[in-house]
């Protein structure tokens, strides 16, 4: 494990707030050899062979982050809105669905949200066995699971927060050392360019709205991140109304929403 793995695990980890049954989720997802096949053999067709962005292990663990940070800025007020789940089960829904969300790359690229929750279906049964007593509310979160999955590029419209919540995750991994690797391999693009001149992401309590997303970049290229990638996700997801989006580029601060 190398240091960016072991930092990404202890913040997953601090964010499970000790609860036995998110624990035992999270070491089922970190440590089944399937899913590690899956995550490596997606980063074999996206990264070696069409050099794409990193859709592997270090990308399902920033993900994963990422879900969980925007869930505890949310706030189970504002996430739970049916009274059949909590904000327990809401943590274990998006945890599950960011670490899982791209495992469909390893088949193909296209329709990928599809083939990811035809391949996370045997994972999710497994884990859900362990986490519920309950079978009848083990089969509501799996289909919320399957729903954040499904919904995480923003081309199907979830109905549910959670949903959004994986896709604006999965927009944030935007940083200059996801696009790295295929810069090296020679693919030099605009989706590279414009990761390599992010720097940093933060997410942070919003001012206006519940959720701050601000993106720092050393130059004007790395908004195309945000337009083309980050955006089209949370507008996919009718995840606007939670979320404002600054581009922090030097002194210069730009709103999107």
């Given at each position: 494990?190398?240091?960016?793995?072991?930092?990404?695990?202890?913040?997953?980890i601090?964010?499970?707030?000790?609860?036995?049954?998110?624990?035992?989720?999270?070491?089922?997802?970190?440590?089944?050899?399937?899913?590690?096949?899956?995550?490596?053999?997606?980063?074999?067709?996206?990264?070696q062979?069409?050099?794409?962005?990193?859709?592997?292990?270090t990308?399902?663990?920033?993900?994963?982050?990422?879900?969980?940070?925007?869930?505890?800025?949310?706030?189970?007020?504002?996430?739970?809105?049916?009274?059949?789940?909590?904000?327990?089960?809401?943590?274990?829904?998006?945890?599950?669905?960011?670490?899982?969300?791209?495992?469909?790359?390893?088949?193909?690229?296209?329709?990928?949200?599809?083939?990811?929750?035809?391949?996370?279906?045997?994972?999710?049964?497994?884990?859900?066995?362990?986490?519920?007593?309950?079978?009848?509310?083990?089969v509501?979160?799996?289909?919320?699971?399957?729903e954040?999955?499904?919904?995480?590029?923003?081309?199907?419209?979830?109905?549910?927060?959670?949903?959004?919540?994986?896709?604006?995750?999965?927009?944030?991994?935007?940083?200059?050392?996801?696009?790295?690797?295929?810069?090296?391999?020679?693919?030099?693009?605009?989706?590279?360019?414009?990761?390599l001149?992010?720097?940093?992401?933060?997410?942070?309590?919003?001012?206006?709205?519940?959720?701050?997303?601000?993106?720092?970049?050393?130059?004007?290229?790395?908004?195309?991140?945000?337009?083309?990638?980050?955006?089209?996700?949370?507008?996919?997801?009718?995840?606007?109304?939670?979320?404002?989006?600054?581009?922090?580029?030097?002194?210069?601060?730009?709103?999107?929403?």
């Amino acid at each position: 494990m190398d240091n960016l793995e072991r930092s990404l695990d202890n913040e997953i980890i601090e964010r499970l707030d000790g609860s036995e049954r998110l624990l035992k989720a999270y070491d089922y997802l970190r440590t089944k050899p399937e899913i590690r096949g899956l995550l490596d053999m997606a980063n074999i067709v996206l990264v070696q062979r069409l050099k794409f962005n990193d859709h592997g292990l270090t990308h399902a663990l920033i993900t994963t982050r990422n879900s969980l940070k925007i869930l505890d800025i949310l706030g189970s007020e504002l996430v739970v809105t049916e009274d059949w789940r909590s904000f327990e089960d809401s943590k274990l829904i998006v945890m599950v669905a960011s670490f899982l969300h791209d495992i469909g790359n390893s088949i193909h690229r296209e329709e990928h949200e599809l083939l990811s929750v035809f391949l996370a279906r045997p994972f999710i049964e497994e884990i859900l066995r362990e986490a519920y007593v309950d079978r009848e509310k083990s089969v509501k979160v799996a289909s919320m699971i399957y729903e954040a999955i499904m919904c995480h590029m923003g081309r199907y419209r979830p109905t549910s927060i959670e949903a959004g919540v994986v896709a604006t995750a999965d927009g944030c991994d935007m940083e200059k050392e996801r696009a790295r690797l295929p810069f090296k391999m020679g693919k030099h693009d605009i989706h590279k360019y414009s990761a390599l001149a992010v720097e940093k992401v933060d997410l942070l309590k919003g001012r206006e709205k519940p959720l701050r997303i601000e993106v720092h970049m050393k130059d004007p290229s790395g908004t195309f991140q945000i337009q083309e990638i980050l955006m089209k996700k949370i507008e996919g997801t009718n995840f606007e109304k939670f979320v404002e989006i600054y581009a922090i580029i030097g002194e210069e601060v730009v709103r999107f929403i």
